[in-house]
C-alpha cells in the first residue's frame, strides 16, 4: 500500500504519471485541485478498467492486496 501511495503522491508532484508507467493508462494529466484520495481512486479504478474488471489482477499489477482493492471498491460505494 506504501508504494501506490508513494506513486500517487509523484504523480500529484510531477501533475502526471511517470514516464514509462502504466500499461493501457496512458500519459493522463492530473487536474490540480484533486485530492490524494480522488487520485487514488481515479488510478485504481482505470486499472481496474484495464483488466475488464478483474481484481485479482488489478490487484497484481498495482502491488496491493486482492483484499485491499476489494475494500476500497467497497467503502467508495458506500
Known sequence: MRELRN???????LGRFPDGFGFAIGQQTIPGD???AEIERRHILNVLASCSG???EAARL?????KTVDRKLASWDG
Not at 506513486?7 to 508532484?13: A, C, D, G, K, S
Open 54 to 56: 478483474q481484481r485479482d
Open 34 to 36: 484533486m485530492t490524494l
Open 62 to 66: 498495482l502491488g496491493i492486496s486482492r
Open 7 to 13: 506513486l500517487i503522491e509523484r504523480t500529484v508532484i
